[in-house]
């Protein structure tokens, strides 16, 4: 699965965002959705939120646990041993099931974009 990242501008604001190949029927991708959910702050300041998800993604890897959830303002993930089920949080049967480590690999590579320098004008495609 292949993500991009890109920085987008509106209203003179430049914010992180993110597109999938992978999408469901209604051509949405909720990864994406996950990783944008910024909960109403500045994204930069959703930095430990990332690195919560990162820390639960590995006790799960770690067998420290046997399942996490992690969740934000409208997406949320359950993390288990079998898989990561992302889902909204208003409609649970809303969902999209993908691997321990593509979240892993998303939240972290989401963490570098968003400690990146802004540039409207840059992508960076990342192979979950």
């Keep these: 699965m292949k993500v991009t990242y890109l920085w987008e501008e509106a209203e ?3 914010f992180p965002s ?3 190949e992978v999408v469901n029927s209604d051509g949405l991708s909720l990864l994406s959705y996950l990783l944008m959910d910024d909960g109403g702050i500045p994204y930069f300041q959703t930095l430990p939120w990332i690195i919560e998800g990162i820390a639960r ?3 799960v890897l770690n067998d420290a646990d046997v399942a996490s959830s992690w969740d934000r303002e409208s997406w949320g993930a359950l993390i288990t041993r079998d898989g990561v089920r992302i889902y909204s949080l208003h409609d649970e049967t809303y969902f999209e099931d993908i691997t321990l480590q593509q979240l892993r690999n998303a939240l972290v590579s989401w ?3 968003i400690e ?3 540039n409207p004008r840059e992508q ?3 192979e979950l």
Excluded: L, Q, W
Aim: some cysteine.
């Design 116 to 118: 990146s320098k802004p």
């Design 57 to 59: 993604v590995d006790s």
């Design 111 to 113: 963490k570098m974009f």
């Design 12 to 14: 003179s604001t430049i």
């Design 18 to 20: 993110c597109k999938s």
């Design 124 to 126: 960076k495609d990342i």
